[in-house]
């Protein structure tokens, strides 16, 4: 069992910056891929980003790519989502991940375990 814990969400102003943290806690925690995704309302889960613990990563292919960065601590067994340059479209509920999963099923919500209870990141503009 892994329980997922994430802070960090809040308002921001277009164009500003948040740091999302979730912190993994269980007996086998640091065995897992870990990934976040968002959802909007009205709209489907979407992947964000996703990292094993051998700092393999992956990002959005187009939404969020060059604004957005995984990153994690492995002796704290969290892993963080650097948020820059944000606009409204960024607005959503955003989620933290584990799976047992290698890179191609990072971007699948089918491909993980568990779930951290989300936290929501709005964006005015």
């Known amino acids: 069992q892994v329980q997922l814990v994430e802070s960090g969400g809040g308002l921001v102003q277009a164009g500003g910056s948040l740091r999302l943290s979730c912190a993994a806690s269980?007996?086998?925690?640091?065995?897992?891929?870990m990934g976040w995704f968002r959802q909007a309302p009205g709209k489907e889960r979407e992947f964000v980003a996703a990292?094993?613990?051998?700092?393999?990563?992956?990002n959005n292919a187009d939404s969020v790519r060059g604004r957005f960065t995984i990153s994690r601590d492995s002796a704290k067994n969290t892993v963080y989502l650097q948020m820059n340059r944000l606009n409204s479209e960024d607005t959503a509920v955003y989620y933290c991940?584990?799976?047992?999963?290698?890179?191609?099923?990072?971007?699948?919500?089918?491909?993980?375990?568990?779930w951290g209870q989300g936290t929501q990141v709005t964006v005015s503009s």
């Open positions: 990292i094993s613990w051998s700092t393999i990563r992956t």
């Open positions: 991940a584990a799976g047992l999963t290698g890179p191609t099923g990072w971007g699948s919500v089918g491909s993980y375990d568990y």
């Open positions: 269980g007996r086998t925690a640091s065995k897992y891929a």
